[in-house]
Protein backbone atom coordinates (compact mmCIF):
# COMPACT_ATOMS: atom_id res chain seq x y z
CA UNK A 1 0.00 0.00 0.00
CA UNK A 2 1.04 3.22 -0.98
CA UNK A 3 0.61 6.17 1.29
CA UNK A 4 0.56 9.30 -0.58
CA UNK A 5 0.34 12.22 1.03
CA UNK A 6 1.69 14.84 -1.68
CA UNK A 7 -1.28 16.56 -1.42
CA UNK A 8 -5.22 16.29 -1.24
CA UNK A 9 -5.35 16.61 -5.14
CA UNK A 10 -4.80 12.83 -5.61
CA UNK A 11 -7.73 11.72 -4.01
CA UNK A 12 -9.82 9.60 -6.13
CA UNK A 13 -13.95 10.23 -6.32
CA UNK A 14 -16.10 7.84 -3.70
CA UNK A 15 -18.73 5.18 -4.87
CA UNK A 16 -21.45 8.21 -4.52
CA UNK A 17 -19.38 10.97 -6.25
CA UNK A 18 -18.94 8.55 -9.39
CA UNK A 19 -22.80 7.84 -9.14
CA UNK A 20 -24.06 10.94 -9.43
CA UNK A 21 -21.14 11.98 -12.54
CA UNK A 22 -22.84 9.42 -14.61
CA UNK A 23 -26.33 10.21 -13.96
CA UNK A 24 -25.87 13.67 -14.47
CA UNK A 25 -27.46 15.73 -17.35
CA UNK A 26 -25.96 17.27 -19.49
CA UNK A 27 -25.43 20.22 -22.55
CA UNK A 28 -22.99 22.71 -24.11
CA UNK A 29 -22.10 24.48 -20.99
CA UNK A 30 -20.30 27.42 -23.61
CA UNK A 31 -23.79 27.69 -24.98
CA UNK A 32 -24.82 27.90 -21.31
CA UNK A 33 -27.13 24.98 -21.73
CA UNK A 34 -25.63 22.37 -19.46
CA UNK A 35 -28.64 22.09 -16.73
CA UNK A 36 -25.93 20.51 -14.07
CA UNK A 37 -23.18 22.67 -14.75
CA UNK A 38 -26.12 25.97 -14.19
CA UNK A 39 -26.34 24.23 -10.90
CA UNK A 40 -23.26 24.02 -9.33
CA UNK A 41 -22.83 27.85 -9.96
CA UNK A 42 -26.57 28.56 -8.74
CA UNK A 43 -25.73 26.85 -5.62
CA UNK A 44 -21.86 27.83 -5.09
CA UNK A 45 -23.06 31.71 -5.50
CA UNK A 46 -25.70 30.72 -3.09
CA UNK A 47 -24.00 29.72 -0.64
CA UNK A 48 -21.52 32.45 -0.09
CA UNK A 49 -24.28 35.00 -0.97
CA UNK A 50 -23.06 36.36 -3.92
CA UNK A 51 -24.74 36.88 -7.25
CA UNK A 52 -22.90 34.43 -9.84
CA UNK A 53 -20.12 31.85 -10.19
CA UNK A 54 -18.22 30.57 -13.33
CA UNK A 55 -16.90 26.73 -13.00
CA UNK A 56 -13.39 26.43 -14.76
CA UNK A 57 -11.01 23.44 -14.96
CA UNK A 58 -8.42 24.60 -12.48
CA UNK A 59 -7.97 27.15 -9.54
CA UNK A 60 -5.14 28.52 -11.46
CA UNK A 61 -7.68 29.67 -14.05
CA UNK A 62 -9.90 31.09 -11.39
CA UNK A 63 -7.51 33.02 -9.42
CA UNK A 64 -5.90 34.28 -12.97
CA UNK A 65 -9.45 35.42 -14.58
CA UNK A 66 -10.12 37.55 -11.12
CA UNK A 67 -6.83 39.03 -11.48
CA UNK A 68 -7.27 39.97 -14.92
CA UNK A 69 -10.81 41.50 -13.72
CA UNK A 70 -9.58 43.98 -11.19
CA UNK A 71 -6.33 45.11 -12.60
CA UNK A 72 -5.20 47.03 -16.11
CA UNK A 73 -1.51 47.30 -17.97
CA UNK A 74 0.75 48.82 -15.78
CA UNK A 75 -1.53 48.10 -12.37
CA UNK A 76 0.25 46.02 -9.08
CA UNK A 77 -1.46 43.03 -7.42
CA UNK A 78 -0.15 43.35 -3.56
CA UNK A 79 -0.10 39.83 -1.84
CA UNK A 80 2.15 37.36 0.15
CA UNK A 81 5.07 36.76 -1.35
CA UNK A 82 4.14 32.71 -0.06
CA UNK A 83 1.03 33.20 -2.03
CA UNK A 84 -0.16 30.84 -4.79
CA UNK A 85 -0.92 33.23 -7.07
CA UNK A 86 2.64 35.10 -7.44
CA UNK A 87 4.77 31.44 -6.50
CA UNK A 88 2.58 28.57 -8.28
CA UNK A 89 0.69 29.49 -11.25
CA UNK A 90 3.22 30.10 -13.77
CA UNK A 91 4.12 33.74 -14.06
CA UNK A 92 0.47 34.22 -15.10
CA UNK A 93 0.35 37.74 -13.27
CA UNK A 94 2.92 38.85 -15.81
CA UNK A 95 1.99 36.86 -17.75
CA UNK A 96 -2.04 36.90 -18.43
CA UNK A 97 -2.65 40.56 -17.15
CA UNK A 98 0.80 42.43 -17.73
CA UNK A 99 0.68 43.59 -14.03
CA UNK A 100 3.09 44.34 -11.08
CA UNK A 101 3.41 42.85 -7.78
CA UNK A 102 3.95 44.16 -4.66
CA UNK A 103 5.23 41.14 -2.24
CA UNK A 104 4.60 41.54 1.49
CA UNK A 105 5.41 39.90 4.88
CA UNK A 106 3.74 38.31 7.35
CA UNK A 107 3.42 35.48 9.80
CA UNK A 108 2.39 31.87 8.10
CA UNK A 109 1.71 33.73 4.91
CA UNK A 110 -0.81 36.22 6.47
CA UNK A 111 -0.92 39.81 6.00
CA UNK A 112 -2.59 42.57 8.24
CA UNK A 113 -4.43 45.56 6.69
CA UNK A 114 -1.88 47.89 8.39
CA UNK A 115 0.95 45.61 5.94
CA UNK A 116 -1.17 46.38 2.74
CA UNK A 117 -1.98 49.90 3.68
CA UNK A 118 1.79 50.90 3.85
CA UNK A 119 2.48 48.61 0.81
CA UNK A 120 -0.01 50.83 -1.56
CA UNK A 121 1.52 53.14 -4.16
CA UNK A 122 1.30 57.05 -4.36
CA UNK A 123 -0.10 58.30 -7.20
CA UNK A 124 3.26 59.01 -8.88
CA UNK A 125 4.21 58.33 -12.67
CA UNK A 126 6.96 56.48 -11.30
CA UNK A 127 4.74 53.80 -9.63
CA UNK A 128 2.45 51.21 -10.75
CA UNK A 129 -1.13 51.64 -9.84
CA UNK A 130 -2.33 50.05 -6.74
CA UNK A 131 -5.51 48.16 -7.75
CA UNK A 132 -5.97 44.51 -6.02
CA UNK A 133 -5.20 42.91 -2.81
CA UNK A 134 -5.28 38.91 -2.86
CA UNK A 135 -5.50 36.83 0.18
CA UNK A 136 -4.80 32.87 0.49
CA UNK A 137 -7.08 30.97 3.00
CA UNK A 138 -6.22 28.85 3.98
CA UNK A 139 -2.25 29.65 3.24
CA UNK A 140 -0.39 26.85 1.51
CA UNK A 141 3.31 27.93 2.41
CA UNK A 142 2.03 28.76 5.99
CA UNK A 143 0.94 25.34 6.69
CA UNK A 144 -2.44 25.38 6.19
CA UNK A 145 -2.84 28.57 8.23
CA UNK A 146 -6.33 30.19 8.48
CA UNK A 147 -7.46 33.36 8.45
CA UNK A 148 -10.61 34.62 10.89
CA UNK A 149 -13.24 37.18 9.90
CA UNK A 150 -12.01 39.46 12.70
CA UNK A 151 -8.82 39.01 10.41
CA UNK A 152 -9.87 40.05 6.52
CA UNK A 153 -12.79 42.83 7.91
CA UNK A 154 -10.06 45.42 8.63
CA UNK A 155 -8.34 44.44 5.05
CA UNK A 156 -11.87 45.15 3.46
CA UNK A 157 -12.36 47.82 4.78
CA UNK A 158 -9.31 49.43 4.05
CA UNK A 159 -10.04 48.20 0.26
CA UNK A 160 -13.37 49.67 0.23
CA UNK A 161 -12.10 52.99 1.36
CA UNK A 162 -8.60 53.05 -1.14
CA UNK A 163 -10.69 52.01 -4.15
CA UNK A 164 -8.84 48.57 -3.94
CA UNK A 165 -10.66 45.25 -5.22
CA UNK A 166 -10.28 42.14 -2.85
CA UNK A 167 -9.92 38.65 -4.45
CA UNK A 168 -9.81 35.89 -1.74
CA UNK A 169 -7.95 32.37 -3.45
CA UNK A 170 -10.13 29.93 -1.49
CA UNK A 171 -8.54 26.78 -2.35
CA UNK A 172 -9.02 25.04 0.50
CA UNK A 173 -11.34 27.51 2.55
CA UNK A 174 -13.68 24.93 3.45
CA UNK A 175 -10.88 23.66 5.62
CA UNK A 176 -10.61 27.22 7.34
CA UNK A 177 -14.61 27.51 7.93
CA UNK A 178 -15.07 23.71 8.97
CA UNK A 179 -12.60 24.63 11.59
CA UNK A 180 -13.90 28.69 12.72
CA UNK A 181 -17.56 27.70 11.86
CA UNK A 182 -17.61 30.57 10.63
CA UNK A 183 -20.39 31.62 7.52
CA UNK A 184 -19.94 31.17 4.21
CA UNK A 185 -22.32 33.83 3.43
CA UNK A 186 -19.98 36.19 5.74
CA UNK A 187 -16.91 35.32 4.26
CA UNK A 188 -18.29 36.25 0.80
CA UNK A 189 -19.39 39.62 2.14
CA UNK A 190 -16.24 40.74 2.17
CA UNK A 191 -14.82 39.93 -1.39
CA UNK A 192 -15.37 41.32 -4.58
CA UNK A 193 -14.39 37.78 -5.89
CA UNK A 194 -13.76 34.17 -4.47
CA UNK A 195 -11.92 30.92 -5.99
CA UNK A 196 -12.91 28.00 -4.24
CA UNK A 197 -11.47 24.87 -5.47
CA UNK A 198 -13.18 21.05 -5.60
CA UNK A 199 -10.37 19.02 -6.59
CA UNK A 200 -8.47 19.88 -3.10
CA UNK A 201 -10.19 18.63 0.26
CA UNK A 202 -13.51 18.23 -1.57
CA UNK A 203 -12.13 15.18 -3.58
CA UNK A 204 -13.71 15.75 -6.87
CA UNK A 205 -11.45 14.99 -10.02
CA UNK A 206 -11.08 18.20 -11.65
CA UNK A 207 -12.51 21.79 -11.14
CA UNK A 208 -13.25 25.43 -9.16
CA UNK A 209 -15.36 28.10 -9.01
CA UNK A 210 -14.68 31.39 -9.35
CA UNK A 211 -17.57 34.06 -7.26
CA UNK A 212 -18.05 37.60 -7.74
CA UNK A 213 -20.81 39.75 -9.06
CA UNK A 214 -23.15 39.47 -12.31
CA UNK A 215 -21.20 41.99 -14.19
CA UNK A 216 -17.76 40.58 -13.25
CA UNK A 217 -18.70 37.02 -13.80
CA UNK A 218 -20.02 38.10 -17.25
CA UNK A 219 -16.95 39.41 -18.27
CA UNK A 220 -15.28 36.37 -16.30
CA UNK A 221 -16.88 34.04 -19.24
CA UNK A 222 -14.83 36.10 -22.09
CA UNK A 223 -11.48 35.75 -20.04
CA UNK A 224 -12.11 32.00 -19.52
CA UNK A 225 -13.59 31.57 -23.66
CA UNK A 226 -10.47 33.25 -25.11
CA UNK A 227 -8.02 31.01 -22.22
CA UNK A 228 -9.60 28.34 -23.40
CA UNK A 229 -11.41 27.18 -21.10
CA UNK A 230 -14.65 26.74 -22.51
CA UNK A 231 -15.62 23.46 -22.08
CA UNK A 232 -19.07 21.46 -23.49
CA UNK A 233 -20.73 18.71 -21.65
CA UNK A 234 -18.93 19.71 -18.04
CA UNK A 235 -21.77 18.79 -16.19
CA UNK A 236 -20.65 15.38 -15.62
CA UNK A 237 -17.47 16.84 -13.80
CA UNK A 238 -19.77 19.85 -12.45
CA UNK A 239 -22.03 16.91 -10.62
CA UNK A 240 -18.99 15.73 -8.68
CA UNK A 241 -18.74 19.48 -7.30
CA UNK A 242 -22.24 19.36 -6.13
CA UNK A 243 -22.13 15.71 -4.66
CA UNK A 244 -19.07 17.00 -2.82
CA UNK A 245 -20.41 20.71 -1.19
CA UNK A 246 -23.58 18.43 -0.20
CA UNK A 247 -21.45 15.35 1.30
CA UNK A 248 -18.05 16.03 1.79
CA UNK A 249 -17.65 19.24 3.90
CA UNK A 250 -18.17 18.42 7.41
CA UNK A 251 -15.83 15.18 7.05
CA UNK A 252 -13.00 17.94 6.59
CA UNK A 253 -12.25 17.59 10.08
CA UNK A 254 -11.36 14.24 10.06
CA UNK A 255 -8.63 15.31 7.80
CA UNK A 256 -7.83 17.98 10.45
CA UNK A 257 -7.20 15.68 13.48
CA UNK A 258 -4.79 12.99 11.54
CA UNK A 259 -3.17 16.08 10.68
CA UNK A 260 -2.26 17.24 14.11
CA UNK A 261 -1.72 13.41 14.83
CA UNK A 262 0.97 13.22 12.18
CA UNK A 263 2.35 16.54 13.14
CA UNK A 264 3.23 14.83 16.63
CA UNK A 265 4.63 11.93 14.98
CA UNK A 266 7.11 14.00 13.46
CA UNK A 267 7.87 15.55 15.94
CA UNK A 268 9.33 12.22 17.00
CA UNK A 269 11.98 12.23 14.07
CA UNK A 270 15.41 13.16 15.13
CA UNK A 271 15.98 14.53 11.48
CA UNK A 272 12.78 16.95 12.51
CA UNK A 273 13.82 20.01 14.22
CA UNK A 274 10.17 21.92 14.18
CA UNK A 275 7.02 21.19 12.99
CA UNK A 276 4.90 24.55 11.73
CA UNK A 277 1.34 24.87 13.93
CA UNK A 278 -0.73 22.70 12.75
CA UNK A 279 -3.94 24.48 11.64
CA UNK A 280 -5.81 22.17 8.93
CA UNK A 281 -4.57 19.46 6.68
CA UNK A 282 -1.10 20.42 5.91
CA UNK A 283 1.63 19.31 8.08
CA UNK A 284 5.24 20.97 7.25
CA UNK A 285 8.42 19.90 9.23
CA UNK A 286 11.83 21.67 9.23
CA UNK A 287 14.45 18.91 8.52
CA UNK A 288 17.97 19.02 10.52
CA UNK A 289 21.04 17.38 9.17
CA UNK A 290 19.48 15.56 5.91
CA UNK A 291 18.34 17.26 2.76
CA UNK A 292 14.45 16.76 1.65
CA UNK A 293 15.30 15.08 -1.45
CA UNK A 294 17.30 12.74 0.92
CA UNK A 295 14.57 12.31 3.29
CA UNK A 296 12.13 11.71 0.41
CA UNK A 297 13.81 8.95 -0.49
CA UNK A 298 14.01 7.64 2.54
CA UNK A 299 10.01 8.00 2.80
CA UNK A 300 9.95 6.79 -1.09
CA UNK A 301 11.76 2.98 0.34
CA UNK A 302 8.78 2.70 3.01
CA UNK A 303 6.19 3.64 -0.07
CA UNK A 304 5.54 7.28 1.37
CA UNK A 305 5.23 9.93 -0.41
CA UNK A 306 5.40 13.57 0.20
CA UNK A 307 7.13 17.04 -1.00
CA UNK A 308 10.19 19.10 -1.08
CA UNK A 309 8.52 22.32 0.36
CA UNK A 310 12.06 24.68 0.64
CA UNK A 311 15.52 24.55 1.31
CA UNK A 312 14.88 22.38 4.12
CA UNK A 313 10.85 21.98 4.65
CA UNK A 314 8.99 18.73 3.56
CA UNK A 315 5.10 18.77 3.15
CA UNK A 316 2.87 16.65 3.85
CA UNK A 317 -1.03 16.82 3.42
CA UNK A 318 -4.12 14.77 4.57
CA UNK A 319 -6.45 13.86 2.53
CA UNK A 320 -10.19 11.76 1.75
CA UNK A 321 -8.29 8.68 0.61
CA UNK A 322 -5.97 9.07 4.13
CA UNK A 323 -7.41 7.19 6.66
CA UNK A 324 -6.99 6.32 10.38
CA UNK A 325 -5.57 2.81 9.21
CA UNK A 326 -3.09 4.46 6.73
CA UNK A 327 -2.36 6.78 9.69
CA UNK A 328 -1.73 4.01 11.84
CA UNK A 329 0.76 2.67 9.02
CA UNK A 330 2.40 5.62 8.46
CA UNK A 331 3.45 5.54 12.27
CA UNK A 332 4.68 1.90 11.69
CA UNK A 333 6.54 2.92 8.81
CA UNK A 334 8.12 5.96 10.10
CA UNK A 335 9.74 5.00 13.18
CA UNK A 336 13.61 5.02 13.26
CA UNK A 337 13.71 8.04 10.50
Not at 90 to 117: P, Q, R
Not at 153 to 167: F, Y
Request: charged share 25%; hydrophobic share 40%.
Amino acid sequence: MIIDLRSDTVTQPTAGMKDAMFAAPVGDDVFGEDPTVNELEAKAAKLFGMEAAIYCPSGTMTNQIAIRLHTRIQAEVICHKHSHVYLYEGGGIMSNSLASVKLLDGDFGKMTAEDIKNAINPDDVHAPETSLVSLENTMNKGGGSIYTLDEVKPIRELCSATGLKLHLDGARLFNALVETGESPTDWGAQFDTISICLSKGLGCPVGSLLLGSKSDIRRARKIRKVWGGGMRQAGFLAAAGIYALDNQVKRLREDHIRARALGEMMLKLQVVSEVLPVATNIVIGRLDGVSPEEFLKKLALRDIKAVKFGADLIRFVTHLDFGDEQLTELERRMAGL
